[in-house]
């Protein structure tokens, strides 16, 4: 009887966090306010870098918000119904997923940066906002949005494996998420291999595209 409670916990949460990480903020923005789905504009990605580069920086902000928003509130549901840090864990495991293929969106999402960072800094918050510090200073050398995501999202497992190496089911789980959005950036990888990837235009975060 417990291990079936168990079981229908880890099933809620992690149903909950992918119905909550369906909910894919740049196409809901892109069509309630440019009467358009953001993915058939610019990379095709519905994430925050898209939305920067297609309908400006207060469109990639609020993209940003509330995809980090759908993960947190997952992780918060982990938390409450299973406990601890594997609870929150499992939570961004199904928003990440739901982020990726968004059953309200044709499967269709994102490649899952602000949704991962921002479940996994109300689990691993030092880990996570090293990362984060990782990201920063990559994009702000090589101008790569995408060399700052991978570069985070091997890091960020990588300390979790440092840090907590005696609690394995922690940094699997955490690992495999990693793993996931290195995958997720693959065509990124290929153009920055035939150096063919967009930069990052500085400009549109100083407010010259409105």
């Not at 992690?14 to 440019?34: D, E």
């Not at 739901?98 to 949704?115: Q, S, V």
Request: glycine share 12%.
């Amino acid at each position: 009887m417990i291990m079936t409670r168990n079981l229908l916990s880890i099933l809620i949460v992690i149903v909950a966090g992918y119905l909550l990480g369906s909910i894919s903020t740049g196409v809901v923005l892109s069509r309630l306010f440019a009467k358009t789905d953001i993915r058939s504009q610019g990379s095709g990605n519905a994430g925050t870098t898209n939305m920067l580069r297609v309908l400006g920086r207060k469109m990639a902000l609020l993209t940003f918000i509330g995809d980090m928003l759908k993960g947190i509130i997952a992780v918060f549901i982990g938390k409450w119904l299973i406990g601890g840090e594997l609870g929150g864990l499992l939570g961004v495991v199904g928003a990440v997923l739901g982020h990726y293929y968004p059953l309200y969106f044709g499967f269709k999402g994102g490649k899952g940066i602000a949704t991962s960072f921002g479940s996994l800094l109300f689990v691993f918050p030092v880990q996570a906002l090293l990362a984060f510090a990782v990201f920063l200073i990559l994009v702000a050398v090589t101008h790569y949005v995408s060399v700052g995501s991978i570069a985070a999202a091997i890091t960020l497992p990588l300390l979790i494996v440092i840090t907590r190496f005696q609690e394995p089911t922690l940094w699997i789980i955490t690992v495999c998420i990693g793993a996931s959005v290195v995958w997720r950036h693959r065509a990124n990888i290929k153009r920055l291999m035939n150096h063919t990837e967009n930069k990052l235009d500085f400009s549109t975060l100083k407010g010259k595209k409105k």
